[in-house]
């Protein structure tokens, strides 16, 4: 490999960076930059490049520099050069129609992404890249970097921050870790009819949406319950005292990036509002998924507006009982889907189960009811000044069928999406309640308890996907899980770890430096699961939330070949991930701009444009 000249905090920048910063009006104090080289040159462990080809002009869009910039009409896939052997064609056409799907759900589209299969605009054959390679003993995350610049300033990281508790998530639990939702119940079934409680024990997991909900209920229904005389009784108890004001970071509590983690979260706490326009001046409105015993309307007027976010466009107040829609629609929604944050991520599983319930063709003769505690606590009597409280509302009848106990194995025990599938939209589509859960998770299965590890074979990896092996996950909270989080990084990692106060970076009191990220960067880039951290990244000028860095920079060397999580707060902008240069050599890339004033995204993003830029042309 080339001898590199390190540029540190006090020499001067790449000049196209720093011309880059001078056009957004920024100054070198207002950012930290951390480029360095990884790995052996010519023996990538990045993922092949990507060609974006102009099939309709037949045009290559990210020809290497070095390289013609025209393509005759025969040659519709490039040339494989020495430091490309594997080189992907993908046409400009597909991503402008992911893009123009994405601009569609102005409301928020991330949240869009996460909920729905979005064909992918790469070969399919790419989807579920397995870990092929083996932990290596290479010191290269060692190594002076080609930049490094502020690189030990602590700064505001936003969505960069994922970055943290996915790798961590993967090397303490694995990449096929799987959460499971479990299903008991109390009493007796006689006839397809259960005499007692239903019990659904939440798990954490990240990704239960109102359709893995529905086959939930639905394996309930087919193991024998059609009817419960009882009630149907939420276990959350996993997550303690996770639950936020949504209005609390920015005064949007109807934004879905701003819902709460919770033990038993269901379809990310969000409603999805779809209008279609009728004839008379009026829209149809519909919801999923359904809210039981609440009102939701049904038709809205029209009016002459730019469709927008729900906030501007409906102005939807929830109440108690019903949703008030405080402003007609824009005309030129047109047919649009809003994403609305339910406040109570609680009642919200609770009505959405019995929906779900009563959709299956089923009944129930109780309640929905949803609690942070466990099952066998929910009867315990009320004790006041040392007196049991006779008439607690948990008060249990103890005759007759419904005081039997909770049978003893589950009736169902649902799967969840693995950790790697998981790690793929809390990445590329920057999903935060996704990121909080999966940082959770690391405090209830990263690490057993005294009394677990006792009884836990020492050859048997902790990383097993089935809870049954260790009996019930550990409850726990964000200090607790953010506690294990950190331990993790003094263990493995030689930076001072960073200061975390949720998992997802939406937060303005967490601080990260470039250092953090470049040495974590080159951590996973050793690690066995390496394929499914990088593949969770958006690729730049592609896909994720990268892909619009083409269009401000159309000329652009990483186009294809760099594989980034960005971040975006008010005072924010931020970039970090790995760039296959075109000598052959990978480098991991970090550029973080903090600004005490607010920042314009789309002013200082061409500034980590030209960091990704410039090294990819290295």
């Known amino acids: ?17 720093e011309a880059a910063l001078a056009k957004a009006d920024l100054t070198p104090a ?18 092949p490049t990507i060609q974006v080809l102009d099939h309709k002009n037949n045009q290559p869009i990210n020809a290497d520099h070095n390289a013609s910039s025209t393509v005759t009409p025969a040659a519709k896939t490039p040339t494989k050069t020495k430091t490309d052997q594997a080189k992907i064609v993908v046409d400009k056409q597909l991503i402008q129609q992911q893009q123009r799907m994405l601009d569609a759900y102005t409301d928020d589209p991330y949240t869009h992404l996460s909920l729905k299969s979005v064909p992918s605009v790469l070969p399919s054959r790419l989807a579920n890249i397995t870990d092929t390679h083996g932990k ?10 080609l930049v490094s610049h502020q690189a030990a300033s602590a700064r505001t990281p936003a969505s960069t921050m994922k970055l943290v508790p996915s790798l961590i998530a993967l090397d303490t639990l694995g990449a096929d870790f799987t959460w499971y939702t479990r299903v008991y119940y109390s009493g007796i079934i ?31 229904q087919q193991a024998g319950i059609d009817h419960i005389d009882g009630d149907i009784v939420i276990d959350s108890s996993i997550f303690a005292k996770v639950a936020k004001d949504p209005a609390a970071f920015d005064r949007s509590p109807l934004r879905p990036y701003n819902a709460s983690p919770d033990g038993f979260l269901v379809n990310f706490n969000t409603v999805a509002l779809k209008s279609t326009p009728l004839p008379n001046g009026r829209a149809q409105l519909s919801y999923t998924p359904q809210l039981t015993n609440y009102q939701l309307p049904n038709t809205i007027g029209t009016r002459a507006a730019a469709c927008s976010q729900a906030r501007y466009s409906l102005a939807p107040q929830w109440q108690q009982d019903k949703l008030l829609l405080n402003a007609k629609l824009p005309q030129s929604c047109k047919e649009h889907i809003f994403y609305i944050a339910y406040p109570d991520s609680k009642d919200f599983a609770a009505r959405v189960i019995t929906a779900k319930w009563q959709q299956l063709g089923n009944t129930l003769t ?25 008439n607690s509302p948990l008060s249990k009848p103890t005759y007759g069928l419904t005081a039997l106990a909770i049978s003893p194995l589950p009736l169902v ?28 998770s690391i405090g209830a299965y990263g690490k057993a308890s005294s009394d677990e590890r006792a009884t836990i074979n020492p050859s048997q990896k902790l990383s097993a996907t089935s809870l049954y092996q260790f009996g019930r996950p550990r409850a726990t909270d964000y200090s607790q899980a953010l506690q294990t989080i950190e331990q993790w990084w003094q263990t493995h990692l030689t930076t001072p770890p960073p200061h975390l106060t949720n998992g997802s970076g939406l937060c303005r009191d967490c601080t990260i430096s470039a250092a953090n990220l470049n040495e974590l960067l080159s951590y996973a880039y050793e690690h066995p699961s390496f394929d499914a951290y990088v593949n969770s990244l958006g690729i730049t000028g ?40 075109q000598s052959g050599q990978d480098y991991t890339v970090v550029g973080l701009i903090n600004t005490e004033r607010a920042l314009n995204p789309y002013i200082a993003r061409p500034v980590l444009d030209a960091m990704l830029d410039w090294t990819a042309q290295q």
């Open 366 to 390: 109780g309640k929905v009811v949803n609690q942070e505690m466990p099952y066998a606590m929910r009867y315990k009597p009320s004790v006041v000044n040392n007196s049991v409280v006779k």
């Open 413 to 440: 025990s649902y799967p969840s999406l693995n950790l790697q599938q998981q790690i793929y939209d809390i990445n590329h589509f920057s999903n935060n309640v996704m990121t909080e859960q999966v940082a959770l």
């Open 1 to 17: 490999m080339a001898i590199l000249a390190t540029l540190d905090a006090q020499a001067a920048l790449p000049s196209a960076i």
């Open 30 to 47: 207002d950012i930290s930059i951390s480029v360095t080289a990884i790995g052996e040159q010519n023996a990538s462990r990045l993922p």
């Open 136 to 145: 290596t003993s290479s010191t290269n995350r060692f190594s002076k970097p």
């Open 542 to 581: 592609v896909s994720g939330t990268i892909v619009y860095h083409s269009e401000r920079l159309p000329d652009s060397a990483a186009i294809g070949r760099s594989w980034i999580k960005t971040g975006t707060l008010n005072n924010v902008t931020a970039m970090a991930g790995y760039v296959k240069g």
């Open 190 to 220: 006689i006839n397809n009819r259960l005499y007692g409680d239903l019990i659904i024990e939440g798990s954490g997991d990240p990704k239960m949406t109102h359709e893995r909900l529905e086959q939930l209920l639905y394996q309930v």
